[in-house]
C-alpha cells in the first residue's frame, strides 16, 4: 500500500501540469502499475495533487497533576537522584514516609498514583532536571608487594557471593587534585551478595588507620564478615591485615594486579556512596575529618535502608552487543531480610530500624553536614603543591641553554 501512495503521490505532480495525451498515458502507467480501476486510479491521483491540510495534534490528557510531579521530584531529590528503573520500586516506601513526615500533602488517589508511575514516565518527566548533573577523578592505590606469594587472588569458585558476609574494600582518596602532604581517605566496605555498604573516614593510609577502619566498619554490619578482597595496594596487602584476617578466621583474597574491574561492587560504591555525596575536595584536617565520620555513620542508614540498588544477573554477547539483565531493585535491608539464612530476629531488627527512618529528616542531617564540610573546606589555609625541581641538572655549571644543540643526554623533567 505505501509503494502505491508513493508512485500515485510522484505521477501526480506530472499529471497536474500535463497535455490531455499526457495525462491519459499517466492514468494508463498508474493502472498498469497499482491494478486499480481507472476510475479509482484517477480519483487517487487528483487527490494527491491536492495540498493537505495539516492540523495540531490533539494532546493526550495529562495523567499526572502537578501535584504528584512535584511529589515526584522531592522523592527523586531525597532518594539521591537515582534513574527510573531503581526509584519505581523505591517509591512504595518514600511516598508514604514522607507523607508521614509532612513533607508531602498527597491525597489517596495521588500516593497511589505516583506509586504505580512506571520507570519510563519517572525518566520522562525527570529528564530536564536530570541535564544538569555531572564529575571526576584519580586513583592513589600503589602496588604492595608484600606477602603477595600468601594472599591469593580470588577466583569464582573461592567464595559463596550468594552468603552476606564477604566483602571487597577499597580507599578513595580526598586530596582534591593536590597530592602533596598528607590528606584524609575514606575506606568503604562493600558485601557482594546484599550491596550493604560502610564508609570509614582516616587521616592517611597508615596501617594503624586502615586496620582501626576496617575493625569499625566490620562491627555495622547486620551478619559476620567471612571474607575480605581488596586490591593490591600497600595499605592492603600487608602483615597487619594479613594476621587480622587469620585470627579472625576471615578468607582474605586479593584481586588480579591491573584488573580494577575485579572489584567492581566496591568500584562502584566509590563513585555513588563517596564522590557523589563528598566530591573531590580536598580533606586534611582533624575537624574535617570528624565531619566526614559523622556524614558516613547517617548516611549509611540511607543507603542500606532506603536506596534501592540493581544486581546483574546475567550477561551475554549478541552478535557485537553484551546484553546485561538486572534485578528488581531492592535495598541491602530488603536484600538481607530475603535471604535464606536470615533469622526471623534479624528481619524484625532490620525491618525496624527501616521503620523508624525520617527520609526528609535524615536527609536534611545529612545536607546540613555536607554544607558544614564545604564550609570547613574554604575556610582553611590552603596547601600549595610541590615545585618539582631537576637539582641535578641546577647542579651542572653548564646547563643546556634552551634549544641549544648537545651531545650529552637530555636533562628534562
Not at 563528598?278 to 580533606?283: A, H, P, Q, S, T
Request: glycine share 4%; aromatic share 6%.
Amino acid at each position: 500500500m505505501s509503494e502505491r501512495k508513493a508512485v500515485t503521490k510522484k505521477l501526480a505532480l506530472a499529471d497536474r501540469n500535463g497535455s490531455k495525451t499526457e495525462k491519459s498515458k499517466i492514468l494508463d502507467d498508474l493502472v498498469r502499475l497499482t491494478d486499480w480501476h481507472r476510475d479509482h486510479a484517477r480519483a487517487q491521483l487528483r487527490a494527491a495533487a491536492k495540498p493537505k491540510v495539516v492540523r495540531d495534534r490533539t494532546p493526550r490528557p495529562l495523567k499526572f497533576s502537578g501535584e504528584v510531579l512535584h511529589a515526584l521530584v522531592v522523592c527523586w531529590e531525597v532518594a539521591r537522584y537515582p534513574a527510573g528503573k531503581r526509584l519505581a520500586p523505591m517509591l512504595t516506601l518514600f511516598v508514604p514516609a514522607l507523607c508521614n513526615e509532612g513533607v508531602l500533602q498527597l491525597s489517596a488517589d495521588d500516593q497511589a498514583s505516583l506509586i504505580s508511575m512506571s520507570p519510563a514516565s519517572i525518566d520522562r518527566h525527570l529528564a530536564p532536571r536530570r541535564r544538569a548533573l555531572g564529575w571526576k577523578g584519580r586513583s592513589h592505590t600503589k602496588p604492595g608487594t608484600l606477602l603477595k606469594s600468601q594472599i591469593p587472588i580470588r577466583t569464582w569458585h573461592d567464595w559463596n557471593e550468594a552468603m552476606p558476609g564477604f566483602v571487597e574494600i577499597d580507599l578513595v582518596g580526598h586530596e582534591g587534585g593536590n597530592a602533596a602532604g598528607e590528606f584524609c581517605f575514606t575506606l568503604t566496605m562493600t558485601d557482594i551478595a546484599t550491596g550493604w555498604t560502610v564508609n570509614r573516614s582516616i587521616k592517611n593510609k597508615a596501617s594503624v588507620w586502615v586496620m582501626e577502619a576496617i575493625d569499625f566498619a566490620a562491627t555495622q554490619f547486620p551478619f559476620p564478615i567471612l571474607g575480605i578482597d581488596s586490591d593490591n595496594g600497600s595499605e592492603f596487602i600487608n602483615a597487619h591485615l594479613f594476621d587480622y584476617c587469620t585470627s579472625k578466621r576471615i578468607t582474605f583474597t586479593r584481586s588480579r594486579p591491573g584488573n580494577k574491574n575485579d572489584g567492581a561492587h566496591v568500584e562502584q560504591k566509590n563513585w555513588t556512596h563517596v564522590r557523589q555525596l563528598v566530591d573531590y575536595l580536598r580533606f586534611d584536617t582533624d575537624q574535617e575529618l570528624k565531619v566526614l565520620n559523622e556524614i558516613w555513620q547517617l548516611d549509611q542508614r540511607c543507603t542500606n535502608h532506603l536506596l534501592a540498588q540493581s544486581k546483574l544477573i546475567e550477561r551475554h554477547r549478541e552478535g557485537s552487543k553484551i546484553v546485561k539483565r538486572h534485578d528488581t531493585p531492592k535495598t541491602p535491608a530488603m536484600r538481607f531480610c530475603l535471604h535464606e539464612a536470615t533469622s526471623e530476629t534479624d528481619r524484625h531488627r532490620i525491618h525496624a530500624l527501616t521503620s523508624a527512618i525520617a527520609p526528609k529528616a535524615l536527609g536534611d542531617q545529612i545536607a546540613a553536614l555536607l554544607t558544614k564540610l564545604e564550609h570547613l573546606n574554604a575556610f582553611k589555609p590552603k596547601t600549595k603543591p610541590p615545585v618539582k625541581v631537576n637539582r641535578s641538572f641546577n647542579a651542572n655549571p653548564h646547563p643546556e641553554i634552551l634549544g641549544e644543540a648537545t651531545n650529552q643526554r637530555s636533562r628534562r623533567i
